[in-house]
Structures are given as structure tokens and as C-alpha cells.
């Protein structure tokens, strides 16, 4: 292939182009919570009767999920951000390869089938490009309450023996905060019999929206948000009408970090400030002034430093953040070091804001960022869907044009990212390839 076609099939692409360097203002809009959408929706395996959710996000992990849930025998209406679901009657506790593949959290509905109806057949979610991502201990969790479990051919079985089919309450310690694993022992304990507690409990905000759902639903549970949950089992749940998910702190976070790194004074609402305490405070330490009401947080940044974080899980520092804010450390005065310590793979970013001409030198999962005055326009290809949201940043504050592919990525997790930063003056427009 001759280089100008090769290029010419770049542009093919789905991507981006974002001229940039332009100061933004005005008001950008948050909406719910992926991570917590995602997980609410597989709660609604739980009861035969309705389960509805407002301020769910437009994504095509919601997508996803929802045919998931639909192949599962769910009946899912979605109306732009409501989604009602009723799992009057399930036809299958066996979601196929091809869509739980594609999306993690699909994996965590085997807990909610488990305890609906004593079985369940999910296929491993696999690994993926930030990480090994294994699903250990969402299945000791599930052990412990009774389940037997096998994992053979890439299939998890999971089934209560015995003729009554309900899980009995267990002590469960996790090895590691994991947050998925947190929540499908959760949808497995809510309707076990008697008392379980999750010990080394994940503490992230989308785990706590997803116990306030099943409460409302009639489970009992105390503790979530905290290390020590404890589940006492109900016989059976009963439906919720109009749960509002949680607004996105990660895609908050994103805006916070866009109005930064343009050095642009910007409003992002709405926010649930305690949910990016850490977020917050670094986005100070580096220059920032930050105003915090009760919608959200007016932004305005000063001369931007260099500051130093590490990823931890909540109430540390998100590594979903990861990647945009050390696109935020490319354009800082002074040098900071990024360290990854949640996956052993996510600095694929790196590469991508070298081609802008972002000063990063590498040492396994530590970054050390030099600032350079101005980034400048390329194409680059996001990896994952944050490394896509730090493309974005980046080009945003970049001298010229930049093409950011990897689309797919993006649309996993930002509703609406284009029409939202043009609403804020944003110079950017989308081909479809
Ligand atoms: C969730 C989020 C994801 C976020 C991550 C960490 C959803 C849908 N996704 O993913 O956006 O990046 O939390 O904040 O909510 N681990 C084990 N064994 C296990 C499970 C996990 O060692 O059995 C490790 C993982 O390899 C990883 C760490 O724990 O290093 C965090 O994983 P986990 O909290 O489980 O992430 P997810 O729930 O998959």
C-alpha cells in the first residue's frame, strides 16, 4: 500500500478531529454512572416485578447490557436516560460468549441469577488490554455461600445443591477491594438465607448505589461504603419505579481535568463531591481554584504544577482518571510521576501523548511526566476507554488539529462527549468513517 493510501485510510476511520488550543466556557453536564447503570440493570434479575431507572446514560455498554438481559429473557424498555426492566419470567441463566465478552460487568449478574434461581452458566469475561482482570474472587465469594462451582471450557457453572436452591449467609474476606466482586456477592447474599458479611469490601460509590437500590428493592443491607457489609437475607425482593443512578464521577472527573488542562473557568454539574474527594484535591495542589456547591463545582484554573499521585482503590485516587490526568501532567510546569497500581498494563496512553509531543519516560507501571508548554496535534488511537478520554483532553489543549480514533472505546463510557464539549465552545466534530 502506498503511503498516501495508507493515510487516506486512516482518515477512513471512525474519529475526532479536534482542532484545539481554544479556551472553553460554560456549563458541562454530567449524567449518570456507567459503572453504576450497568450493575443496577443485572440487579433487576433479582424480582419478577419492574425495576425502573432514570438518569441512566446513552452508551453502548448500556447497549450491550440491555441485550444481554433481553437474551436472558428480561423484557427492557429504554426510553431515552429510563430504562424499565421486568424479569417477570427467566428463559435462560446462560448469557452468551459473544456479549458478556465484550462486556466485564455482564459477568457479575452470575451472582443475581444464583440467587434467583439456585443456577447460572456465565462465561468468563476474559482478559483485556489494561489487564489480567480475573474473576477469583467474585467465585470464592460464591462458594462460601453454598454454590457449587466449576469452571471448565470457559464456562463459570455455579448452582445450589441440594433441592431447596437458596444460598445460605456466609463470612466472606476478599483478598483484594474488588469492586465487581463485591457487587456479585451483594446480588448473591441479598436473597440467601440468613446473615453474610463482605469483609475488605470494595468502598466505591457505584457498590453503595447498587445496596440503596436493593434496599429499595426490600434487601437488607448495612455498611456499603464502607470495608464491612453486612447482608441479611430476604425471602424475595419486590421491584423500585424511578431509581436515579448516581451522576459519573469518573466522567466528571474528565470535565474537571478538560477545563485544567485548557486552563478555562467551567461549571460541571451535577457532582457528588465526596465521591472525587482525592480527584479534588489534586486538581488544587496543581493550581486549580474550585468552587463546590450543592449542583456541582465551578472550576478555575491558575498556572498548573506538577504533582505526583498513585492509583488506589476508593477513596484513593480512581485509575480510571489515570490517563487524563497525566494528560494534564504533559502541559504542568515541573515534572510528576504517575504510578498505575491497580492494572499492570494501563499506560498504553503514554505512546499516544509522546506523538504529541508530551514528555513521559516509562518505568513499568510508574510514568515520570515532564511538562512541556504545549502539546500539538496528531493522530492517535485511544486503547481503552479512558486512554481514548485522555486523547481527547490532550487535543483539546493541543496546538491544531488532532484526529482521535478509537471511537468505540469512548462511546463504551461518555454520553454524548462531542455535542457537550461543542456546547462549551470546543472545536470538534465527529466522522463516522
Ligand atoms: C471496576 C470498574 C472499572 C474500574 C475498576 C477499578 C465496573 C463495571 N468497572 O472494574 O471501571 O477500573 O473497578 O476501580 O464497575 N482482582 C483480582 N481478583 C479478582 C478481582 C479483581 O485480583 O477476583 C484485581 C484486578 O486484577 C484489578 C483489581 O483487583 O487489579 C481491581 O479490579 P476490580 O475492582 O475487580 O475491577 P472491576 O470490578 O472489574
Known amino acids: 500500500m502506498t503511503l498516501a493510501a495508507a493515510q487516506s485510510q486512516e482518515i477512513l476511520k471512525p474519529h475526532l478531529s479536534i482542532d484545539g488550543g481554544h479556551p472553553l466556557n460554560g456549563v458541562l453536564k454530567v449524567s449518570g454512572a456507567k459503572n453504576s447503570a450497568l450493575v443496577l440493570m443485572t440487579a433487576s434479575l433479582l424480582t419478577d416485578e419492574p425495576v425502573e431507572l432514570t438518569n441512566v446514560p446513552e452508551l453502548t455498554d448500556i447497549s450491550g447490557m440491555s441485550d444481554i438481559l433481553s437474551s ?15 424479569a417477570a419470567k427467566l428463559s435462560s441463566a446462560e448469557p452468551p460468549y459473544e456479549l458478556v465478552n ?44 453454598g454454590a457449587v462451582v466449576n469452571v471448565e471450557h470457559g464456562i463459570v457453572s455455579a448452582a445450589v445443591p441440594g433441592h431447596v436452591k ?19 456477592i451483594l446480588m448473591a447474599a441479598v436473597l440467601a438465607d440468613g446473615i453474610s458479611t463482605i469483609e475488605n469490601a470494595a468502598q466505591e460509590p457505584e457498590v453503595q448505589d447498587l445496596a440503596n437500590l436493593l434496599n429499595q428493592m426490600g434487601a437488607r443491607i448495612s455498611g456499603a461504603g464502607g470495608p464491612v457489609i453486612t447482608i441479611e437475607g430476604v425471602k ?26 485548557t486552563r478555562s473557568t467551567l461549571r460541571v454539574e451535577p457532582v457528588i463531591p465526596d465521591h472525587l474527594n482525592v480527584v479534588l484535591q489534586k486538581l488544587r495542589d496543581c493550581g486549580c481554584k474550585l468552587e463546590i ?59 499516544e501523548l509522546q506523538r504529541m509531543g508530551a514528555s513521559i519516560r516509562l518505568d513499568g507501571s ?31 489543549a493541543a496546538d491544531g488539529k488532532t484526529q482521535v480514533s478509537g471511537l468505540k472505546h469512548l462511546d463504551r463510557g461518555y454520553d454524548g462527549i462531542e455535542a457537550k464539549l461543542i456546547g462549551v465552545g470546543a472545536n470538534v466534530q465527529r466522522f463516522k468513517g
Open 72 to 86: 436472558l429473557g428480561v423484557s427492557v424498555e429504554r426510553s431515552g436516560k429510563r430504562v424499565r426492566l421486568q
Open 102 to 145: 465484550s462486556l466485564r460487568a455482564s459477568f457479575f449478574s452470575i451472582g443475581s441469577l444464583l440467587g434467583r434461581l439456585g443456577h447460572a452458566r456465565v462465561p468468563l469475561p476474559g482478559g483485556c488490554r489494561i489487564g489480567a482482570r480475573p474473576v477469583v474472587e467474585h467465585i470464592r465469594g460464591l462458594k462460601a455461600l
Open 166 to 184: 437458596r444460598l445460605r449467609g456466609a463470612s466472606i474476606v476478599l483478598d483484594c477491594p474488588s469492586v465487581g466482586a463485591t457487587e456479585t
Open 236 to 261: 424475595r425482593l419486590h421491584g423500585c419505579r424511578n431509581y436515579p443512578v448516581i451522576p459519573d464521577r469518573i466522567e466528571a472527573g474528565t470535565f474537571l481535568i478538560a477545563a485544567a488542562i
Open 293 to 351: 456547591d450543592d449542583q456541582g463545582i465551578t472550576i478555575k484554573p491558575g498556572t498548573i504544577s506538577a504533582v505526583d499521585l498513585t492509583t488506589q482503590p476508593f477513596p484513593g485516587f480512581p485509575t480510571d482518571l489515570q490517563a487524563p490526568f497525566m494528560a494534564l501532567m504533559a502541559t504542568a510546569y515541573g515534572t510528576s510521576v504517575i504510578s498505575e497500581k491497580i492494572y499492570e498494563n494501563r499506560m498504553q496512553h503514554v505512546g
Open 366 to 396: 510508574t510514568a515520570i511526566i515532564e511538562g512541556v508548554p504545549r502539546l500539538s496535534g496528531a493522530p492517535v488511537t485511544g486503547s481503552d476507554l479512558r486512554a481514548s478520554a485522555a486523547m481527547v483532553l490532550a487535543a483539546l
